[in-house]
């Protein structure tokens, strides 16, 4: 059990995503997230084209925002122990191999934390991740960049490559 810290709230963006089983992964993953953080918001959880055109099936994939007085490092390991649960297996080597339930930590509070590469790249380099963002969130303004989740959404991904639809099943 991972010990609340006497921290304010902050605000946090959390990259959802799974391809094995994600009826089943995504409501756990996300009634977890509830009972973790507060707040809890949920984007358009979407159905999208493997990375790199590989022979997987689709994944769900959407976005979190929630508050939480833990400290990045102590959310990165919840969210670590929440893939574990799910029966995430890592292949070293393989980033892009399917998975059960993948939890990234996409932004914490409204600065950069170098050490940690936050925010995430992937935040707006992945249409799956920054449309699902913007909906959310539309007047984030992306630290390092300048622009809200909304104007990068806007300007990066007028047409989205990888997201194929909503996905049909019970988020829970």
Not at 23 to 48: D, K, M
Not at 76 to 100: F, H, V
Request: neutral net charge; charged residues 20%; aromatic residues 6%.
């Amino acid at each position: 059990m991972i010990p609340s810290a006497p921290h304010p709230l902050q605000p946090i963006l959390i990259g959802l995503g799974s391809n094995l089983c994600p009826e089943t992964h995504v409501p756990f993953a996300l009634r977890e997230l509830r009972t973790a953080f507060a707040a809890v918001r949920v984007s358009t959880i979407y159905w999208t084209k493997p990375l790199k055109d590989l022979p997987q099936p689709p994944y769900a994939n959407g976005v979190v925002a929630a508050s939480t007085p833990l400290l990045p490092c102590q959310v990165k390991r919840l969210l670590r122990s929440l893939e574990d649960r799910a029966g995430r297996t890592r292949q070293p080597g393989d980033s892009y191999a399917p998975r059960s339930l993948d939890l990234d930590l996409l932004a914490y509070g409204d600065g950069l934390i170098p050490e940690l590469s936050l925010p995430d790249d992937e935040l707006v380099e992945r249409d799956f991740v920054l449309l699902p963002a913007a909906e959310l969130c539309p007047g984030w303004r992306h630290p390092r960049l300048g622009k809200t989740l909304a104007e990068l959404a806007r300007e990066l991904f007028p047409a989205p490559p990888n997201i194929l639809r909503p996905v049909e099943f019970p988020l829970g």
